[in-house]
């Protein structure tokens, strides 16, 4: 192949399509509830659009650092492996977001719950609070590692950023809905690296 790098958008290809695809099929499939705990009515969260706004720019400085790194052949060489490297580290950010999504049927781009939303506290959701927001800091940080150059760290650094606004942001929603109930569930699990942050 003469640009190998060209991979890396079938690589990001292949998470996003294990998030749709994981979505459209638990669309059909009726689980037991993960948990008993439910919302009694609707909430959002202060400012969400515009954390929403801050991840969306994340993703965006992402996708313009590939694009100037991959098509005109510009990957630095740090190590050897770094693709495979990077590869794994992206493959593991779809794993643990496809995880969440089998045990997390209510999710949305922004931080909104509806009556009758119930807490997930099973899946990936017994090791971190926040699983897709890892999954996809894990997507900019596999993809900062296959091309490391400038404008993807910063895209990592964005993303990473904004994955941790986003989360806090929801923190608070999450309190007022269910209270005593996710106080207790954020006190025994970490926010996105399990026993670790």
């Known amino acids: 192949m003469r640009n190998p790098d060209l991979l890396l958008y079938v690589v990001h290809i292949a998470f996003w399509a294990s998030f749709g695809i994981t979505r459209k099929l638990l669309r059909r499939k009726v689980d037991a509830p993960s948990s008993t705990v439910a919302a009694s009515k609707e909430y959002t969260a202060p400012f969400s659009r515009t954390v929403l706004a801050f991840h969306m720019v994340g993703f965006g400085v992402l996708y313009f650092g590939i694009g100037n790194a991959v098509i005109p052949r510009r990957v630095p060489s740090w190590f050897a492996g770094q693709r495979i490297a990077g590869t794994l580290v992206i493959a593991l950010g779809a794993a643990v977001m496809s995880w969440a ?3 997390f049927h209510s999710w949305r781009f922004r931080a909104k719950l509806d009556e009758g939303h119930q807490l997930a506290t099973n899946g990936a959701f017994r090791l971190m609070r926040h699983p897709i927001y890892t999954g996809l800091t894990l ?3 596999g993809s900062a590692i296959w091309a490391p150059t400038a404008i993807l760290w910063i895209a990592f650094a964005l993303i990473a950023i904004g994955s941790e606004l986003r989360a806090r942001s929801e ?3 999450l ?5 005593e109930a996710y106080i207790g569930y954020a006190k025994r699990t970490r926010r996105f690296i399990p026993f670790v942050y």
């Open 171 to 173: 923190e608070v929603v």
């Open 175 to 179: 309190k007022q809905a269910f209270g």
């Open 139 to 141: 997507l900019a940080l």
């Open 101 to 103: 999504l089998v045990s």
